[in-house]
């Protein structure tokens, strides 16, 4: 394929030196030159400006401009136009420098015109072409970079305005539980203490009928207040961040007991089937939980029974087994297969606790599966350990079983409790990377169970 | 016990009813004048308009303050308090519903002699009486005045 026509704008005002150069360039097999000879720069720039040419020749001395100024002027009125100058024998000199300013090439006048001359005006247009593509890829770059920096700072921005919106939401949210505390709280501090006062006051006057009355409005006063504060510790329970440390359950479950009659023999008995393990949680959400577990446990129990409470723990069989989520609902019972914690070593067969034997064993006394000693020695690093709370309450038929965990739920409206218990306990479970559940029957009492990470075990 | 007026500063007049109530069981009733806000609080401190008459009003020996107050608030009341030269050393007590961190290091900031929070049941509150009796009337040594000389640096 014959390669079309080199558009050359030559600036010499030498014409012999011109004629010579379009003639060693007419030659047969160098490409083909098409010239337009212009004789100063003046004429230069209004060519330039008029027509597109592919290279520009340039004579260094010229009656209107000479040397370096010569090159400086034409790169910055064809930035993008690829360049050769001319230059004489005695400054060479000047044609490098020129190279050095983003001229492409120099020839050198009256030397080698022809074949080398042809091939030094394609390679400085091919030069050109490849410094403009770099140049055109650079800038390409650099405004990506500054597009990113741009998005970036514009993301940054962003987080800092929704996070400067959310605390501002967070603060808004506690000052509303702290008014709740105040002002709802207020009246009913005054409903219960007048109550209180009137009541004494009838007593004295030995009104026992309206006495019994005021006694009413006392307690719904207390109730009401007993809510308030259980949607409350709810409410920042379920905003605040839970940290999680290794605890020490048995010696926190003890500590409970001690610090509540109420858990105490002879109203009720409470047995640690231990040791138990240490676990990954928080050591005031973990009271709340044990407290609410253990005072449901020897709440709802037939009148004339004795309230029996046994605590054990197990692993959960499959060590990788996920935090479910408890929106996903409950898992098939047959899929629920734990190991009870291992005796002597880590590398027990899997078994399913809730064998048909046991439950079958399972009448009015509460009892632990037939393993269910916990090793200390054992690791219980990275494994899920579920602690059981089996009760011989009245049980919990299955249709009431989920409904439970709901606020304000409560299916014994003759017991005293505001139905938040459960809800606090679920929440502060999730919140501590754990689950919660419940196997119960009407009649056989219930075992509620919380799943947690156990920890590393203490050292010595 | 030391004879000395305590004065409750408070907006919630129940609130003012109770504590009259368990101060008069708790045998110190007649000690008790109350204010309805910061301001009066600041006219009664300094026997001004209807409080000049110190028979009737007589400078206490302690005041307790809500926080949560019309006008001033009780932050308010205390910091004009530790910066009045003649009342300087008048013990304060806080007393209020609010139990948050912020307002409790507030208030001693500001100088509060102890920070009490209401009690929800009258049997607390009865209880609180007592303790408040025997500390500030009976245990505690009050300074004899409540002024300071002006060579003694104010509270920060």
């Not at chain 1, 300013?101 to 072409?129: F, M, N, P, S, V």
Request: glycine share 6%; aromatic share 6%; proline share 6%.
């Amino acid at each position: 394929m014959k390669a079309a026509a080199v558009r050359v704008l030559l600036v010499e005002d030498s014409f012999s030196d011109a004629v010579l150069l379009q003639e060693s360039l007419a030659q047969p097999g160098l490409g083909g030159f098409d010239f337009t000879h212009v004789e100063c720069w003046a004429e230069a720039v209004q060519c330039l400006r008029q027509k597109q040419f592919e290279v520009l020749l340039l004579d260094l001395s010229l009656p209107d401009i000479t040397g370096r100024d010569t090159f400086l002027r034409a790169r910055a009125e064809a930035p993008h136009l690829p360049i050769v100058v001319l230059t004489g024998e005695t400054n060479e000199a000047v044609g490098l420098e020129a190279v050095r300013h983003g001229i492409q090439d120099y020839l050198i006048k009256g030397q080698a015109y022809g074949r080398q001359t042809a091939r030094a005006i394609r390679y400085a247009i091919e030069r050109k072409q490849a410094e403009e593509t770099l140049k055109r890829t650079e800038e390409a770059l650099r405004s990506s970079e500054r597009q990113l920096r741009e998005w970036n700072s514009e993301l940054e921005r962003r987080v800092a305005e929704r996070t400067a919106s959310l605390e501002e939401t967070i603060s808004d949210l506690e000052d509303f539980s702290h008014s709740i505390t105040h002002d709802l709280r207020a009246p009913l501090r005054a409903i219960r203490s007048f109550a209180q006062i009137l009541g004494e006051e009838c007593l004295a006057c030995g009104r026992s009928r309206a006495q019994e009355h005021i006694e009413r409005i006392t307690s719904a006063a207390a109730r009401m207040d007993k809510l308030i504060q259980d949607v409350l510790q709810y409410s920042r329970l379920a905003r605040s961040e839970l940290k999680l440390v290794p605890v020490d359950v048995q010696g926190l479950l003890r500590s409970i007991i001690e610090t509540y009659p109420a858990f105490q023999p002879p109203h009720v008995e409470i047995q640690i089937e231990g040791p138990l393990p240490r676990l990954l949680g928080n050591e005031a959400a973990l009271t709340q939980c044990f407290s609410n577990l253990l005072g449901n446990a020897i709440k709802f129990v037939a009148p004339g029974t004795r309230p029996q409470v046994r605590v054990w723990a197990e692993r959960v069989g499959n060590p990788k087994a996920e935090i479910r989520n408890p929106k996903e609902g409950r898992r098939p019972k047959s899929e629920e297969r734990h190991e009870p914690l291992p005796a002597e070593t880590d590398q027990l067969p899997v078994t399913n606790c809730q064998s048909p034997a046991t439950q079958h064993a399972t009448r009015n006394t509460p009892q632990p599966p037939a393993l269910h000693s916990f090793n200390p020695q054992g690791s219980t690093l990275n494994h899920m350990v579920r602690l059981w709370f089996a009760d011989n309450g009245v049980g919990i038929p299955k249709e009431a079983q989920e409904r439970i965990f709901k606020m304000f739920q409560r299916l014994d409206k003759s017991c005293d409790g505001t139905g938040v218990g459960l809800t606090v306990v679920r929440k502060a479970v999730e919140k501590m990377g754990g689950r919660m559940g419940l196997e119960s029957e009407p009649g056989r009492g219930s075992r509620f169970w919380v799943e947690l990470k156990g920890a590393a075990d203490q050292p010595g | 016990m030391t004879s000395i007026a305590i004065l409750y500063v408070e907006d919630e007049e129940t609130d003012v009813m109770l504590l009259q109530h368990v101060l008069t069981k708790a045998g110190i009733g007649n000690s008790l004048r109350t204010v309805k806000d910061g301001k009066a609080a600041k006219d009664y401190l300094a026997g001004d308009g209807p409080f000049a008459d110190r028979r009737l009003h007589p400078l206490p020996g302690l005041v307790l303050l809500d926080l949560n107050l019309p006008y001033w608030s009780g932050f308010e009341v205390l910091e004009w308090i530790r910066q009045e030269p003649q009342l300087r050393r008048l013990p304060v007590v806080i007393f209020t519903s609010s139990s948050r961190p912020d307002d409790i290091a507030r208030a001693y900031d500001a100088g509060a002699n102890a920070y009490l929070v209401k009690p929800n049941a009258l049997a607390d509150l009865s209880t609180l009486a007592l303790a408040l009796r025997d500390f500030w009337l009976i245990h505690n040594r009050l300074p004899t005045t409540l002024g300071v000389p002006p060579s003694v640096p104010p509270v920060a």
